[in-house]
């Protein structure tokens, strides 16, 4: 199903309010996207197949290009029982200068009983005076897998820019059967000083992390953090990998969004084999 969401009235048109549903189900041997609903500018044109027909994957598109001052995001989607869906995006997203109002966008995933959920977007480019609020929440079944990862980039530093105003707030949480597993909070404003620290951003602008949960990860993870540490970003950037109670981590801090987005990548072709259970098939959309 394709609709629109209901639209509020009266609707402002100096902001983008906009949202996303979307509805995964496991039918037969393919996944389908039983759901598909949107309000403003948030889509998803079609279901691909490049895997057949077990893998729906589906590329989020925001035509805007960018989230500005009072923009509010909402992209939801549900996994039902034994589907498989992967979602990415086709570039990177930008929050642009504000003028002193807040954006923000919320993304909800549910991924239901023996299901598995890929979220692989491009990264994200905050750029200076932006205001900005982005909360991440993952509920897991008890044996759903996930794979998931995140790349900001504070400032456009091929443009020689500096985070040195507005601020970013991040929220980036993950449940498994109502247990959490993974919460992580964090809030800085331009100039502020954990920029520069050793115990921040140690003067460095570009943060990745990957997450990756799936049901046989504590019997697995000895060996996947021997082949995972065995791959080093191709900048020499600081990094690290984790293995704890029911999650693997990575973590990536340097100034090169493309050096962190392909070793990820690496990482995630390592991972997928034994979170997913299929060979890692790169999305096109990531060589366009």
Avoid at 41 to 70: F, N, W
Avoid at 154 to 175: I, M, N
Wanted: one cysteine or more.
């Amino acid at each position: 199903m394709t609709s629109r969401l209901p639209v509020p009235l009266p609707e402002t048109h100096s902001t983008w309010q906009a949202e996303l549903h979307l509805g995964f189900a496991r039918s037969g041997e393919r996944t389908v996207l039983r759901e598909n609903r949107h309000r403003g500018p948030l889509r998803v044109q079609k279901a691909l197949y490049p895997e057949g027909d077990a893998v729906c994957q589906t590329i989020v598109l925001h035509p805007p290009s960018g989230i500005a001052g009072g923009d509010q995001l909402s992209i939801r989607a549900d996994v039902g029982a034994v589907a498989h869906a992967q979602l990415t995006t086709p570039g990177a997203g930008k929050w642009y200068r504000s003028g002193g109002v807040e954006a923000s966008q919320r993304v909800e995933f549910t991924v239901g009983a023996g299901a598995t959920l890929e979220w692989l977007p491009q990264e994200t480019i905050v750029f200076d005076g932006a205001r900005a609020r982005m909360e991440t929440r993952v509920d897991l079944a008890a044996d759903s897998r996930f794979i998931g990862w995140d790349i900001l980039c504070l400032g456009r530093v091929a443009s020689g820019e500096r985070f040195r105003q507005g601020h970013f707030l991040p929220f980036y949480r993950v449940h498994r059967s109502n247990a959490p597993i993974w919460i992580e909070r964090g809030g800085f404003s331009g100039n502020d000083p954990m920029l520069d620290s050793p115990a921040g951003w140690a003067g460095r602008t570009v943060c990745g992390t990957l997450l990756c949960s799936f049901p046989e990860l504590p019997q697995q993870a000895t060996a996947l953090l021997v082949a995972l540490r065995a791959i080093a970003p191709a900048d020499a950037a600081l990094h690290g990998i984790t293995a704890l109670p029911g999650l693997l981590v990575a973590r990536y801090l340097g100034d090169n969004s493309e050096a962190a987005r392909l070793w990820l990548a690496e990482l995630w072709k390592i991972l997928r084999p034994a979170c997913c259970q299929r060979p890692a098939v790169i999305p096109r959309i990531w060589n366009t």
